[in-house]
C-alpha cells in the first residue's frame, strides 16, 4: 500500500480509546501486557497520546457524549493509522443498538471523518487475548 | 485563569472515559471536589423495558465488565423475590461460587493497579499473573474468563463438572499462598505505609451519611455486607458453618481499604473450598414460566459494595420498570468527603481507593483555589510516582521505580 | 435472626412512623412496603435514616399513567429488613420536597429521577443533569413511558458541539 503503511508493520505503538465500554474489552488488552502474552516483547507499546500512535485501539459504543470526543481522537492521530475496533461493541453495537443515547455504530462516524480510514473488526465479547494478537497479525500481514 | 486542557487519554481501566480532573489548586491542596458522570451512559434501564425475562440477563451483564456477574446475580434475585420461590441447593453453591470467583478476581485486579499507582509495576504484573489462574478456572467452570452468564431466573445456566472443580482448587491453593505473600509486602513496606496511612481518610458519620458501600465503607467501621445482612443462596450456610467471615476496619484510609481488599481476598478463598467441597447433587435450576404482576428487589455483594436491582411486572413477558444501581454510584460522592485537604500527588490513590468502576459511573473534576489547570490521568500517575522516589529517598531506600 | 422476629420489624416501623404512613405490608418476612403521602415524604425518609438507622440501598421513580411513583428503598441492616418507601407524585406539577439536605445519599439519586422522568425536587442543592450528555434538549424525558426506545427527528434539536463535526 505505500512506503508510509509498510512502516506499520512492526512494533506498531498503540494509543487505547475507550468510548462507553463496559470495561472488560479493557481489561483483556491490559492483560496483553501481563506476563502470560506479554505483547511488549513484539515491541507494541501503549502511548500516552493520540498523537504518537500508530493505531488506536478502541472499545465500547459510541454514545453520545463521547461521539465529538472520538472524533477529536482520531483527527489527532498521524495519518496513516489502522483502527482497531476491539469487541463487538465497538464493531456493531452489540446489545445496545437502539438506545436513544447510541445513535451510530463506531466505524460510521469515522469513516464519515476519512473515507479512507483503515478499520479492522476483532469481534467477540469480550475477545479473548489470543484474538488481539491473531487480529493484529492478520491485519498488518494484509498491508 | 491560566486554561490547559489535555487530550483524551484513558490509559488503564480504572478512569475509563475521558478524563478531565479539573483542579484549582491552592498550592499543593484540595479545596472541594466536583463529579462530572455520563460518559459510559448507554440506557440499560429504557432497554430493558424491551427485552423479555430470561434476555435481560445477558443486558446486564454488559453494564460492567470485572463485576459481570454481579448485575445479572441481582436480577435474577429480584425476579425470584417477585415470584417468591427457592431454587435447588446445588444451583445456589454454583451461584454463589462463580460470585466469590469473582470477587477474587476482581480484588486481585484492584491490587495490581493500586501498585501501579504507586510506582510498583511489579506488585501489578505479579498479581494480574495469578489472577489469569483464577480465570482459566473460571473458563473451566463456567464456560468464559469474564462475561459468565451463570445466572438465569430459577436458577444457574450451566452445569460444572468434577474436573472443573478439582483445577479450581488447584488455582485456588496457589493464590492462596500469592495472597499471603502480598499482605505480607503491603503491611510491612514502609513506603506503603508512608504513601497510604491517613491518606483520604472516609469518616464512620461520613461513610453512613453518603449510604457508603462495601470496601468502601467496611475500613471506616461500617458493618454492612449484604452477604451477612439478607443471606441469599448459599451465603446463610455457609456464615453458619462459619466458613468466612466479614471483615471491618477503623481507620478508614486508603491503607486500611487496600488490606481490606486483600483479607477479603483471603476470606473468599476459603469460602470457595468450602463450596466446592460441599458442592451438593441435584438439579441446578427450575422452571420458571409467567412472571405475575408484581415488585421485587434483589441484591448481592459485588467486589465494589451492593448491587441494587428492582423489578416491576405487569403480568407481561417484559418487565416494566427495571431499575439498576451499582455500588460505584453510592461510593462516588464520598470524594467530596475524603479528598478535601489532601494533596494532589494522593489524589490519584484516593480516587482509585473506591475502586471506582466507571461504566456505572464517571470521571471526577477537582476544585481548588486560584489557577485554574487541567491534567488528565497521566499526569496524575506521574505526581503520584514521584511522591514515591520522594519518600524512598528520605528513608534512605535505593529506588526500585522504573523510570517513568 | 428468624422469620418471626422480621415479622415484629413492622410494628417497629409503624411505631417510628406513626400517623404518617398511609398502607404497610410486608409480604415476605424481608421486605416491607409503607406508603407515605408526598407532602410528608422528606419527613418520613428523615425518620427512617435517622430513627431506625436505615441506609439508602437507591430510589427508584416509575410511571404510572397519571403520576411518577417514588420508592426509597432503604435497607435497615440490623433488622435484616428491606423497607421500601413509596409515595405518588402528581402529574403534571410533579413537584415533591428534597432528601438531599439532610441525607447526602439521595442527592445523586434525585439528580438521576429528575432529568429522566422531570420530577422536580424543591430546594435541592445542585440540580443539574447526572447522566444525559450536555445540550440535551429541555422537556425531553427518556424513561417516561410514552419517550419512544428510539427517537426520530431527534439529531436536528442536538446543539451545535455534535452537529458540527459531521462536515
Known amino acids: 500500500m505505500g512506503l508510509k503503511t509498510a512502516a506499520l508493520k512492526k512494533s506498531i505503538w498503540v494509543f487505547h480509546v475507550a468510548c462507553s465500554p463496559c470495561n472488560n474489552c479493557d481489561i483483556e488488552i491490559l492483560d496483553l501486557l501481563t506476563p502470560r502474552f506479554d505483547v511488549e516483547r513484539f515491541g ?23 461521539t465529538p470526543r472520538l472524533i477529536e481522537t482520531y483527527r489527532a492521530t498521524a495519518k496513516p493509522c489502522v483502527c482497531f475496533l476491539y469487541g463487538a461493541c465497538a464493531c456493531k453495537g452489540n446489545v445496545f443498538k437502539g438506545s436513544y443515547n447510541v445513535p451510530r455504530m463506531v466505524d460510521e462516524i469515522i469513516r464519515e471523518e476519512d473515507p479512507n480510514a483503515i478499520i479492522v473488526y476483532v469481534p467477540g465479547c ?18 | 485563569m491560566k486554561k490547559t486542557i489535555l487530550p483524551i487519554g484513558p490509559y488503564h481501566p480504572l478512569l475509563e472515559e475521558p478524563e478531565f480532573f479539573t483542579f484549582y489548586l491552592d498550592g499543593e491542596t484540595v479545596v472541594d471536589v466536583d463529579v462530572r458522570i455520563g460518559y459510559n451512559h448507554r440506557g440499560h434501564e429504557k432497554l430493558a423495558t424491551g427485552l423479555t425475562w430470561d434476555q435481560v440477563p445477558f443486558l446486564v451483564e454488559r453494564i460492567c465488565g470485572i463485576c459481570s456477574t454481579s448485575h445479572p446475580y441481582a436480577y435474577v434475585l429480584a425476579v425470584e423475590d417477585l415470584l417468591d420461590i427457592k431454587i435447588p441447593p446445588r444451583g445456589q453453591f454454583i451461584r454463589s461460587l462463580i460470585g466469590e470467583m469473582e470477587r477474587i478476581h476482581s480484588h486481585l485486579l484492584w491490587l495490581g493497579l493500586a501498585g501501579h499507582f504507586i510506582g510498583y509495576n511489579t506488585v501489578w504484573m505479579w498479581a494480574w499473573r495469578y489472577r489469569e489462574e483464577i480465570l482459566d478456572a473460571c473458563e473451566k467452570l463456567i464456560g468464559n474468563r469474564n462475561h459468565y452468564a451463570a445466572c438465569r431466573p430459577g436458577g444457574a445456566r450451566r452445569d460444572v463438572t468434577p474436573e472443573a472443580m478439582d483445577f479450581t482448587m488447584g488455582a485456588l491453593d496457589s493464590n492462596e499462598k500469592a495472597t499471603k505473600m502480598f499482605l505480607g509486602a503491603v503491611s510491612d513496606d514502609p513506603v506503603i505505609h508512608k504513601r497510604l496511612k491517613n491518606v483520604g481518610i472516609l469518616t464512620k458519620e461520613d461513610a453512613i451519611a453518603y449510604s457508603a458501600l462495601g470496601p468502601t465503607s467496611r475500613p471506616s467501621g461500617v458493618r454492612w455486607d449484604v452477604r451477612e445482612s439478607d443471606p441469599y443462596d448459599a451465603y446463610g450456610a455457609s456464615l453458619d458453618a462459619k466458613a468466612w467471615k466479614v471483615i471491618v476496619l477503623e481507620n478508614g484510609d486508603v491503607f486500611d481499604k487496600a488490606a481490606l481488599r486483600v483479607l477479603e481476598t483471603l476470606e473468599s478463598i476459603y469460602l470457595c473450598r468450602w463450596l466446592i467441597e460441599n458442592m451438593p447433587d441435584g438439579d441446578i435450576d427450575i422452571h420458571v414460566g409467567n412472571i405475575p404482576e408484581g415488585e421485587g428487589c434483589g441484591h448481592h455483594e459485588a467486589p465494589r459494595g451492593e448491587v441494587f436491582h428492582y423489578v416491576r411486572s405487569d403480568g407481561s413477558n417484559k418487565p416494566i420498570r427495571h431499575k439498576v444501581r451499582a455500588p460505584t454510584f453510592n461510593n462516588l460522592p464520598t470524594y467530596k468527603a475524603s479528598c478535601p485537604g489532601e494533596q494532589i500527588a494522593d489524589v490519584a490513590l484516593i480516587t482509585a481507593a473506591i475502586d471506582p468502576c466507571y461504566c456505572c459511573t464517571e470521571r471526577v473534576g477537582v476544585v481548588a483555589d486560584n489557577r485554574h489547570t487541567t491534567l488528565n490521568q497521566n499526569d496524575l500517575l506521574k505526581l503520584s510516582v514521584e511522591k514515591t522516589m520522594e519518600i524512598e529517598k528520605k528513608l534512605g531506600m535505593k529506588s526500585n521505580l522504573a523510570k517513568f | 435472626m428468624t422469620d418471626e422476629q422480621k415479622y415484629m420489624v413492622a410494628d417497629k416501623v409503624k411505631k417510628a412512623l406513626g400517623d404518617l404512613i398511609v398502607s404497610i405490608e410486608q409480604p415476605r418476612p424481608n421486605r416491607i412496603y409503607v406508603v407515605i403521602h408526598q407532602d410528608n415524604f422528606p419527613e418520613a425518609i428523615r425518620i427512617v435514616h435517622e430513627n431506625l438507622g436505615g441506609k439508602l440501598c437507591t430510589s427508584t421513580a416509575l410511571d404510572v399513567r397519571d403520576a411518577v411513583e417514588l420508592i426509597y428503598h432503604m435497607e435497615l441492616p440490623e433488622d435484616m429488613v428491606l423497607c421500601n418507601v413509596k409515595t405518588l407524585v402528581a402529574k403534571p406539577e410533579l413537584k415533591i420536597g428534597t432528601c438531599a439536605n439532610f441525607f447526602p445519599a439521595t442527592d445523586w439519586i434525585e439528580r438521576e429521577m429528575s432529568e429522566m422522568y422531570g420530577v422536580t425536587f424543591e430546594n435541592h442543592p445542585d440540580p443539574r443533569h447526572l447522566l444525559l450528555p450536555d445540550g440535551w434538549p429541555e422537556g425531553n424525558f427518556p424513561m417516561r413511558g410514552d419517550y419512544p426506545q428510539r427517537p426520530d427527528g431527534f439529531e ?12
Open chain 1, 126 to 143: 469480550p475477545p479473548k487475548p489470543e484474538a488481539m494478537i491473531s487480529g493484529v497479525v492478520k491485519a498488518l500481514s494484509a498491508l
Open chain 3, 156 to 167: 436536528e434539536q442536538l446543539p451545535d458541539i455534535y452537529q458540527k463535526d459531521r462536515k
Open chain 1, 44 to 66: 507494541i507499546v501503549l502511548v500516552g497520546s493520540p498523537r504518537h500512535a500508530d493505531a488506536l485501539l478502541i472499545t465500547g459504543v459510541a454514545n453520545r457524549h463521547v
